[in-house]
């Protein structure tokens, strides 16, 4: 087909550009600004060339985080997506069960982040907790503010409270959208139980799979509150994440620079890893044909 | 292949019914004999989906049982009473290719592999897929993905029953006629007994041998095609079967005369006719004469519809339908007569049965 070319059809999409300048570019471009500059207070900046890229990269602190970073988001995926993929198929497809599992499963995901994290702050203390006291007293030594591992546990237990929902969710809406007919043909054609998890319900989900595993991912790589609130990144840097650790550096140092070089990388990660994940998804539907 | 026998079966989808009117599926008593061609003919609403799912064991009927050659299988499950059914809409298994697709109901059997590609092969033959064997079935087009989905009804070598559940909805009418003629000439080489529903008189006319009329949740008449329309037994019949329906018009009766309005219709017999009854003279507009003689008509209105001529008129105060051939005069001053033979009396919707003398069928 033709194209029309038509210049004036800039203005259409002009306010919604402007509106992205502000709410995106331009402080993006700022941190730019920052990533490549030092300063000494006083509002006088010197060129720092790629400086503060060069320190980020090479400093053992910022591997560190990643690494925990993306061990994090592997476990969390890893447990969410099956756990919740099975919570979707267990749900009720008729009847006052739905509305009422509907809400329960909304329920984690209406808590604010800090709140959630506030939570699990006292739901796991050693003295008053609930879980910490329990356990304790079960003879299982818990205690997340000592112990790396237990508050590894804490967080990603925590994370899955509040998440797998969004899986839930999403893939009961992949679910529910398949015909009867399916079923039925399936009963008619003698598939066992897997055969139609892996024929019908699994390739009809896929597409909102995708979603909840890109959102996921993201989210969980992106993750400051929960944690800061638990553990404040503790014990020692066990649990301190890329995010605490950027504002660590940005606002508990202040070095700016250092901080805006390191949240151009941290973007840079995002955004390559979201691809990654999008595209490996999406291959098997351009393969055929 | 199999002999099904349905004994008074009745489905509502509610747990509390009560009134007759809460069933879906009124009374059904009616046995399908082994080999038979069937139709299930009605309106959308009329039960005919309910029923076929009944027979193949998706639902279970809220009263009744179900034989198949004599063995109750009621209790037993769709894979137990080993049908096939077809779905109106395409059922594919996207993942899948063609092939796996119409070998997935052999190989969920364990039917050994040399005998699965036979099977698929002639099927992919049959239904002209053979080139896109080895293609993902998701980016087919819907008639064939249907295609596929008829596959699957029909690959299974030994199957009691294969349903039909409107299954040519979505494919185009030139193909309709091609498929439907497969499923025929099918029909006659395998003897699987097969219950084909539809709303199409075409489709339930050409393809099945035994046309089960339903309308309102029960069968209203079961013959063959030409009895349908020779002699319908239910005034739903005479309106839902031929183009245009059967003419009704209240009567009353005298032995062995009718009378419409002010005119007298002298009958072949005299029928019998129950007191109170709400009564109507049935006539297609088939065997309806336009000619110098009979009874006056005011002409409306005429119909070319290529090779007839359908001529709306008034008769007695009533719409009267009449079909005359294309060439076919229309005098001036056109008077109607009835053909006596193809009058029917119906008594409260149901045809009247003539005492005296049997009317031609």
Redesign the interface.
Known sequence: MEKTWNNKAWFLVLPVLVLVAFSAVIPLMTVVNYSVQDTFGNNEFFWAGTDWFTQTLTSPRFWDALWRNLVFSAVILAIEVPLGILIALNMPKHGIGVPLCLVLMALPLLIPWNVVGTIWQVFGRVDIGLLGYVLNSLGVHYNYTQDPTAAWATVIVMDVWHWTSLVVLLCYAGLVSIPDAYYQAARIDGASRFSVFRYIQLPKMKRVLLIAVLLRFMDSFMIYTEPFVVTGGGPGSSTTFLSIDLVKMAVGQFDLGPAAAMSIIYFLIILLLSWVFYTVMTQSDAEQG | MARISLEHIRHAYSDKAKAAGDYALKEVHHEWEDGGAYALLGPSGCGKTTLL?II?G?LQPSDGRILFDGKDVTQL???ERN???V???P?V????TVFDNLA??LR??KVPEAEVEKRVNEILEMTDLAGMAK??A??LTADQKQKI?LG??LVRANVNAILFDEPLTVIDPHMKWVLRSQLKRLHRQSRFTMVYVTHDQTEALTFADKVVVMHDGQIVQIGTPAELFERPSHTFVGYFIGSPGMNLMPASIDGASARVGDQTISLSGAPAVKAGGRIELGIRPEFVRLGREGMPVTITKVEDIGRQKIVRATFCGQPLAIVLAEDDEIPTDAKVSFEKSAIGIFVDSWRAKTETARQEG
């Open positions: 799912n193949s998706l499950s769709t894979e049908i096939a059914q779905f109106q809409f059922v298994y996207d993942t899948m997935f109901p969920n059997r293609r993902r998701q980016r989905s699957r009804g």
